[in-house]
């Protein structure tokens, strides 16, 4: 019998609909800020509520993204008077697109984000 043949619990499916929904929306948000917003908003408002889910990290995930990019992107946008603010900028897009997409990939696998 496969792992995949198995079941998902309601709370682990439910977990995983709320985490696909922040990722989407975090997705949106590489190219208009305001769906960022909202995706690691839905995410730190069902964390607790997928907490003991398989997908729990998943929304640690979403949420390091936001706090992180924000950051980075803030320290960017000072920068930005001289040219390493761009760099960075453009780093910290490119970083989100890969952790963003990665997550994707192992949620919609059914796998958690850290194997």
């Known amino acids: 019998m ?3 043949d198995i079941p998902m619990s309601p709370h682990d499916d439910q977990a995983k609909k709320h985490a696909l929904l922040a990722y989407l929306f975090m997705v949106l948000g590489l190219f208009t800020g305001i769906f960022w917003l909202i995706g690691a908003v839905w995410a730190m408002a069902k964390a607790r509520d997928a907490r003991g889910s398989m997908f729990y ?3 640690q995930n979403i949420i390091g993204i936001f706090w992180w990019g924000l950051g980075l992107s803030l ?3 000072v920068l ?4 390493v603010g761009y760099l960075l900028l453009l780093g910290v897009w490119i970083w989100s697109i890969v952790k963003l997409f990665k997550g994707l990939a192992r949620l919609t696998s059914d796998k958690p984000y850290n194997p």
């Open 75 to 77: 320290i960017g946008f």
């Open 57 to 59: 990290d998943h929304y």
């Open 80 to 83: 930005a008077l001289f040219f």
């Open 2 to 4: 496969d792992l995949n």
